[in-house]
């Protein structure tokens, strides 16, 4: 009789324990845990998730950037003058915004297209996934940017650029392919996956983000389609990766969060939406 009173006690002390983990495991993942600290690589770019020697290269992948003459470049000169007739336009300083990859004013970039803010304040871990997504998509083009030093627009045609101010360092920089729109990509397919009911307006705003590089002046069409190439190796690389997968559930569990608590976007989405409409590219 004992014997089978301990047993009893036994399962119900398990069952105890089992319920007190169920409960702490709940409250774990309705309200995690702030991101753990991660190093810079560079003044403002924090460290990405994947090393380098998994990151995509793009010299294997790319195909040569187009040159003088070709009718590659022929198009990408028609795409060009398209987008300096938008000089001055909303979408232009639409554009303008979206050159700038520093945080927090980058975190807002998507905010409209997924109806809800990302902030530090509110969604810290899918704002550090961001973050750190910025070295692997942008490191993903550098293989082909150092190998084909291929001309900016703005240095060809002698037309202004949205950010004058980057103009010393974009001199400097290969064109082909386009890191921002690697990047912009590779953040677009990361929130659809976050957010997939939502899928049609991020990637399309994604596809803005790279067009934008083309009213800025700074990039050409070709430099922004393998942009994307980029962008999606990326993505596709970052799912054999533990800590990012691991960034992405809590993600969702934050973006569930914040719709709960009815928080809005943090962006003018009338006046994108408009900027967007009257004058994207496609």
Request: glycine share 6%; charged share 20%; proline share 7%.
């Amino acid at each position: 009789m004992l014997k089978k009173t301990r047993k009893n006690l036994t399962n119900k002390a398990l069952l105890s324990l089992l319920s007190l983990a169920v409960i702490t495991s709940c409250t774990h993942f309705s309200q995690p845990h702030l991101p753990e600290p991660v190093a810079e690589i560079h003044p403002g770019i924090l460290k990405g998730y994947l090393p380098m020697t998994a990151i995509p290269n793009s010299l294997s992948l790319a195909p040569p950037a187009p040159i003088a003459g070709s009718s590659a470049q022929e198009n990408d000169d028609g795409v060009s003058k398209q987008g300096i007739a938008l000089r001055g336009s909303p979408r232009w300083k639409l554009a303008s915004d979206d050159a700038n990859l520093m945080f927090p004013e980058a975190a807002g970039t998507f905010s409209c297209a997924i109806n809800a803010p990302i902030t530090k304040h509110d969604t810290p871990h899918l704002y550090r996934l961001l973050r750190r997504t910025i070295a692997d998509a942008g490191l993903s083009t550098y293989g082909a940017k150092k190998h084909y030093k291929r001309p900016r627009p703005f240095t060809v045609n002698n037309e202004p650029t949205c950010s004058p101010a980057d103009e010393k360092m974009l001199r400097a920089d290969g064109s082909y392919p386009s890191g921002h729109t690697a990047i912009g990509w590779a953040w677009a397919l990361i929130l659809a996956e976050i957010s997939p009911h939502q899928a049609d307006a991020i990637l399309a705003r994604g596809w803005a983000f790279g067009q934008s590089r083309m009213i800025c002046n700074v990039h050409w069409q070709s430099d922004v389609t393998m942009g994307r190439t980029m962008g999606s190796a990326t993505v596709a690389v970052l799912h054999t990766n533990p800590a990012f997968l691991a960034a992405v559930k809590i993600a969702k569990i934050e973006l569930k969060a914040v719709r709960a608590n009815g928080l809005k976007p943090t962006r003018d989405c009338n006046a994108e939406t408009s900027a967007l409409a009257s004058g994207d590219m496609k």
